[in-house]
């Protein structure tokens, strides 16, 4: 049984706009797959499906044979950890509090309020601290460490969840090339290392090739490739970056200096 699967899922905002038109694709557990593709292609929308942040207009997703819906929106969020582009951590916190943050999805609602964590949790943000190498960072102020840092911070708490799934939205966008390769390297041993099924949307196409194991390249709010890094070739990253009535395009200029 595959771990998630989108089928024909549509979605269309209160605005009118349909950020996605007829999506279906199924991700094998334990797999790294890249979302690729040019800004407003659908990315981001098509992660905050899999974990329940949107609903679909039309169609479904299922996570582990589960159809996401208000009944298990929160046992599914407790499997399937989210890395934000901007971390998304509470600055004025600790690294260690931060991490503990993800253990709430495992807390009842009145631990969760009063930010009671058992010495389990404890020992949860001590080894994933240790994983992401800030273990010495541990009592810092979260906004007193380097993007790259805190990105980290944000692997860590996603692994103190213990989930089967990470979601990673453009993690490396607002990253330094050096940090950017520590964090996709870092992602990809967690997917090797764990089993953890991760997908993560990305614009850029170096790294998509490097990194992944299946590319799924959008464009307007539909798949246009889904193949391995050896198919995506010149035609195809023409496909996935083209924008209608844009001639002069950067981002195909770009994607296809790294084809
Ligand atoms: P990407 O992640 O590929 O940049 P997004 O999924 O963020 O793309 O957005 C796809 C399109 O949907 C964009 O044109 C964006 O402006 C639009 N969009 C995203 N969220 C909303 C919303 N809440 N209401 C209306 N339009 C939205």
Redesign the pocket.
């Known amino acids: 049984m595959s771990n998630i699967s989108i089928q024909s899922v549509s979605k269309r905002?209160?605005?009118g706009?349909e950020?996605l038109k007829g999506v279906s694709a199924d991700i094998a557990p334990g797999s790294f797959t890249i979302i690729l593709?040019p800004?407003?292609?659908?990315?981001?929308?098509l992660l905050r499906l899999m974990n329940g942040l949107e609903t679909p207009t039309v169609g479904s997703v299922c996570i582990a044979g589960e159809m996401l819906g208000k009944a298990n929106l929160r046992k599914v969020r407790s499997r399937v950890a989210m890395v934000f582009q901007q971390f998304n951590l509470v600055e004025r916190l600790s690294v260690a509090t931060n991490v503990l943050t993800g253990r709430l999805a495992h807390r009842s609602w009145a631990g969760s309020v009063f930010y009671l964590f058992r010495n389990e949790d404890m020992d949860i943000a001590r080894e994933v601290l240790a994983r992401v190498g800030l273990t010495d960072k541990a009592w810092s102020r979260a906004d007193k460490l380097s993007g790259g840092q805190q990105q980290r911070v944000g692997i860590a708490r996603a692994l103190a969840q213990r989930p089967k799934v990470i979601l990673a939205d453009e993690p490396v966008a607002s990253l330094d090339p050096v940090s950017s390769e520590e964090i996709m390297t870092l992602l990809r041993e967690i997917c090797d290392r764990d089993g953890i099924t991760v997908v993560v949307?990305l614009h850029q196409v170096d790294l998509a090739k490097r990194f992944a194991d299946r590319i799924i390249g959008?464009n307007s709010g539909k798949i246009v490739f889904d193949g391995s890094p050896e198919q995506m070739t010149q035609p195809v990253l023409r496909t996935i970056y083209q924008r209608e009535g844009i001639e002069d395009d950067n981002s195909l200029d770009m994607a296809l200096a790294y084809a």
């Open positions: 905002f209160p605005n706009f950020a593709g800004s407003g292609a659908g990315k981001s929308t949307n959008m």
